[in-house]
């Protein structure tokens, strides 16, 4: 979507009334992020092949697109000649002080992250401002080896780790 982007007019959507006073424009529809979804899950499908997959799931701006995601790569399995099996983990990433960002990154929860050895590692978060903070989480997790690491933006597409 480019800066200039004015987005839809209202006048092309079912809204809620209650949202007509507040909203100007609609700039990404429902029915494209859902298309956007299946065909970013329809390209983990192939990058994956028949392999098992860890999801991190960054909360928490991601969970929702995340389990979106992870929803329909299910339904891609079930409907496919190919199962693909996943374990899903949440992990809170801090690196802002107040809102200023720092050289430390903090990673909350997650299970114990040397079970990623030797793993198939799908990161997935909503959005990457600066990078800086995805950067060290993939330096962070280059310590233990996974064997494949792959990142999903909600606004971009599937990135391998260069």
Same mark, same amino acid.
């Given at each position: 979507? $480019? ?33 956007? &979804? ?9 990058? &994956? ?23 329909? &790569?299910? $339904? ?52 990457? @401002?600066? @990078? ?6 993939? $330096? ?23």
């Amino acid at each position: 979507i $480019s800066d200039s982007w004015t987005g839809y007019n209202l006048d092309v959507f079912s809204l809620p009334h209650h949202y007509c006073e507040d909203l100007e424009c609609v700039f990404i529809p429902h029915g494209v992020i859902v298309d956007r &979804i299946e065909r970013l899950a329809n390209d983990i499908m192939k990058d &994956i092949g028949d392999n098992r997959i860890t999801v991190l799931c960054v909360l928490k701006g991601g969970y929702k697109f995340c389990a979106d995601l992870v929803e329909q &790569i299910k $339904s891609l399995s079930r409907n496919s000649e190919r199962f693909i099996s996943m374990r899903v983990d949440f992990i809170r990433l801090r690196s802002y002080c107040n809102d200023k960002s720092t050289a430390d990154l903090q990673i909350i929860g997650g299970e114990d992250l040397s079970k990623l050895t030797g793993k198939n590692v799908l990161i997935v978060e909503d959005v990457i @401002g600066t @990078g800086r903070t995805m950067e060290a989480l993939l $330096s962070h997790l280059e310590k233990y080896n996974p064997k494949m690491v792959k990142v999903a933006r909600w606004v971009t597409a599937l990135t391998d780790r260069y």
